[in-house]
């Protein structure tokens, strides 16, 4: 009986001691991306709130975001996510609604509302930066020409060797019909309509069997690096981490690129939902989304910040040429459309394993 | 405890009573009760003992379970949220013409669900069905949310005249009650046609079925291949001096108390077309450097990696019972004139089979439904049945498909085990 109330006592305390202390738990993708987070968000956090801040990793974290909404079981506070992700779950009441009011305005004084690009802000949902998904290759394994559009990614006899993609539809199918000549304001009707669909995976099944399919943001650098393919599409900040910070011999090829935008959410059930509303205002100001160009390649959400991005952490890289939202990466840029997959990402999903699985 | 009514003082004493020929205890009740009454105490006692087991296998293994399996056939995502036109399919049977009543209650459900943020709930329920309808619910859902105003049909369909679709129509009669079979027709890549009948899905949308089979095939093959190359290394063990056979099985443990992950990542190591097998072969010169041998990401990886991880399976229990088989049989067998192979083949094989059936078993049903490894080195043709549960489970979060393909492994383990208890009878099982 001792034992039992002297172990209640100790756990009662141990949660009091949690709660006082606060702690957020923000589930990222891991990897370079994950760093340059910790760095520019959480550790200024941290030093000015007291507050800890556990970063967990995920392939993807509206996987276990889903998950746990779904067991109702959430242990996660703050998710960063995919657009099409954060309107599906805040349809289907998963998310707690942020008022775009209760976020920093500018330096300038400019409300949040005006100072975040077009889309940024949801219901649900604040995007801190613009991804790209890009090609990349091996520039010590072409002699001669090198490759430079989406076609030549598709072009064996020309540029020999295996092809890294992600194992997904919806970063996949987009790409082969660019290859094959569709205009990126067309990519959304072609994967609408069944021809379309067909088309884009017959382009495919002219690289199929010289495919090696990767799922997580940090394979396709490695699979670059080892050798094992030539050429690999990924996300862009994760190559040029690569590329400039370890100095590796890769480039990019932005024709074709696929945009995307990365949001925070908190979950409506989530365990510390006051710090997780500190730290994603926090987050999301001005200063903080241009820090986080300091560390990876990814455009900031909000207008002020692009002012205030400068030079790479090494102090002589400028990080403009790199960045996803360049003026000239955009000519061929397809945006991503989160209301198309939210109706389509099943299906598709579905046929493109049928089409993996089949030999 | 020891007074009049203790029946075992009762059972010494017997023949007390009257000689009406029952025997009966000293105080006069008939024995063969209070014999029973005082064993169903003990029972009672020993079933208390193992309540604590029950109860931890009934709250972790069976509860939940049978809650993932009750998904399969019941999803009351739509039924749930959609309460008034749910009602109305009821009232009316298929066929009937879709008059205002309807258009009413399908508004009225719209806004109300829409209000409190189940509509994608609702969506996705249906679009399960009706691919690309998702949108159709959330995107109503928003222009409705603050109220709706009559008349509906007209209000709806000047949102989105595919309201009017028969097609989503007779989908929403289908989740109007949250029992399905819809997702095992699913599952055996079959769908229903407009006016219920079961059909094909066109073939480039099948999968499930191909991958059941694939996931048998490569079973039964990695089966095969673990007896292959356990089958004498359990021998040798079993045969071996004491302190040799102990090292031989350090080295067959040790890979199994290693980390499954650790196991896979190596194979990656060593198959991979940089990999220590390829440079080895290219630096002997057996091959070119052109043509590295692809061996991981394919078929050929999935089973090479997985008939290693699932060879102490077999290995464990074969040795155990060859340890137990009497070498002097053998002998004996050659003495009367048995060739080497006929003595094995008539007199010690034969005696292994308990110890093969168990591994067999073993191996077999792991290799079922094994999904880590197959999603690490298998690329896209070493995928199994259980890959794509694991992706019904995180990826599309369709819980109720992903229950039904369960479901179905589930039934086709069981018809296996039990042909193999017919077959081969399971009392001739030695796990160890």
New interface residues.
């Given amino acids: 009986m001792k034992k039992t109330l002297a172990l209640t006592t100790a756990l009662v305390g141990f949660a009091s001691a949690a709660m006082a202390e606060g702690e957020v738990n923000v589930v990222s993708w891991g990897g370079a991306y994950e760093m340059s987070q910790v760095e520019a968000y959480n550790k200024p956090f941290a030093e000015m709130t007291g507050t800890k801040v556990n970063m967990i990793a995920a392939d993807n974290p509206a996987t276990p975001l889903k998950a746990q909404v779904e067991a109702g079981n959430v242990t996660g506070d703050v998710f960063d996510i995919e657009v099409s992700d954060a309107i599906r779950l805040c349809d289907e009441g998963a998310l707690m609604e942020i008022d775009p009011a209760a976020l920093p305005a500018a330096p300038d004084g400019t409300a949040a509302a005006d100072d975040f690009i077009d889309g940024a802000l949801l219901d649900c949902a604040v995007a801190n930066i613009f991804w790209g998904t890009v090609i990349a290759f091996d520039n010590s394994k072409f002699e001669g020409d090198a490759p430079a559009t989406a076609a030549d990614f598709f072009d064996l006899e020309k540029f020999p060797g295996k092809r890294g993609l992600p194992k997904n539809p919806k970063r996949t199918l987009y790409l082969a019909l660019i290859a094959d000549g569709v205009a990126a304001d067309d990519i959304y009707d072609k994967l609408g309509s069944d021809e379309g669909v067909e088309q884009a995976f017959a382009k495919l099944d002219t690289i199929k069997n010289d495919v090696v399919w990767w799922e997580a943001g940090a394979q396709p650098v490695q699979l670059l690096a080892d050798g094992e393919v030539t050429m690999a599409t990924g996300y862009n900040g994760r190559f040029f981490d690569a590329m400039v910070g370890e100095g590796k011999p890769f480039e990019i090829i932005w024709d074709g690129q696929y945009m995307d935008m990365d949001m925070f959410v908190i979950p409506k059930d989530a365990p510390n939902p006051e710090a997780a509303m500190e730290y994603l205002k926090f987050a999301t100001d001005t200063q903080r989304l241009a820090d986080q160009a300091k560390y990876i390649a990814y455009g900031p959400a909000r207008k002020s910040s692009a002012d205030l991005v400068g030079m790479y952490q090494d102090g002589e890289t400028e990080m403009a040429p790199h960045m996803p939202t360049n003026p000239d990466h955009l000519t061929t840029a397809v945006m991503d459309d989160p209301e198309f997959w939210a109706d389509h990402d099943a299906e598709l999903t579905e046929r493109f394993n049928s089409w993996l699985a089949g030999s | 405890m020891a007074n009049a009514t203790d029946p075992h003082a009762a059972s010494v004493t017997t023949a007390s009573g009257a000689g009406d020929g029952t025997l009966t205890t000293a105080d006069g009740k008939p024995l063969a009760r209070a014999l029973a009454r005082s064993q169903g105490r003990a029972r009672r006692r020993a079933f208390l003992l193992v309540l604590p087991l029950l109860a931890f296998i009934l709250i972790t293994f069976v509860v939940p379970i049978g809650q993932m399996l009750q998904r399969s056939f019941h999803n009351d995502g739509f039924s749930a949220n959609m309460p008034q036109i749910s009602q109305w399919f009821a009232e009316n049977p298929r066929g009937t013409d879709i008059d205002e009543a309807a258009w009413t209650a399908l508004a009225l459900d719209l806004q109300a669900s829409a209000e409190?943020?189940?509509?994608?709930?609702v969506?996705?329920r249906i679009?399960?069905d009706v691919?690309?309808?998702?949108?159709l619910f959330?995107?109503t859902?928003r222009k409705v949310r603050r109220g709706i105003e009559p008349p509906y049909r007209e209000t709806l369909l000047d949102i989105d005249e595919d309201w009017g679709d028969p097609v989503l129509w007779g989908a929403m009669r289908d989740a109007s009650t949250p029992y399905t079979g819809n997702f095992y027709l699913a599952s055996l890549d079959r769908t229903r046609a407009e006016d219920g009948s079961i059909e094909m899905v066109p073939e480039?949308?099948?999968?499930y079925q191909?991958?059941f089979m694939?996931t048998f095939w490569l079973s039964l093959l990695i089966t095969g291949l673990t007896f292959v190359l356990g089958f004498p290394v359990a021998h040798l063990l079993a045969t071996l001096p004491m302190r040799k056979s102990n090292l031989l099985m350090i080295l067959v443990l040790l890979p199994f108390w290693t980390s499954l992950l650790v196991r896979t990542t190596s194979w990656m190591v060593l198959l991979?077309?940089?990999g220590v097998i390829n440079d080895i072969l290219v630096w002997l010169g057996v091959i070119g450097d052109g043509q590295r041998l692809q061996m991981i990401?394919n078929q050929t990886g999935t089973i090479i990696a997985m008939t290693h991880i699932l060879l102490p399976f077999m290995i464990l229990p074969l040795y155990s019972v060859m340890r137990t088989i009497n070498p002097s049989y053998v002998r004996a067998a050659r003495s009367l004139g048995a060739t080497s192979w006929t003595a094995f083949r008539r007199i010690y094989f034969p005696q292994t089979l308990p110890g093969l059936g168990a591994g067999a078993l073993l191996v077999f049903i792991l290799a079922v439904g094994y999904y880590i490894t197959p999603a690490l080195v298998g690329?896209?043709?070493g995928?199994l049945i259980s890959n794509?549960i694991a992706?019904h489970?995180?990826?599309?979060?369709?819980?109720s498909m992903a229950a039904a393909l369960a479901a179905l492994l589930l039934a086709s383990v069981l018809v296996l085990y039990w042909l193999y208890d017919r077959l081969v009878g399971i009392d001739n099982l030695k796990l160890g």
Avoid: A
Wanted: aromatic content about 8%; hydrophobic content about 25%.
């Fill in positions: 409190e943020r189940s509509i994608g709930v969506g996705t679009n399960y691919p690309g309808t998702r949108s959330t995107s859902g480039r949308q099948q999968v191909m991958l694939r991979q077309q940089q990401y690329g896209s043709s995928q794509m992706m489970m995180t990826d599309t979060l369709n819980w």
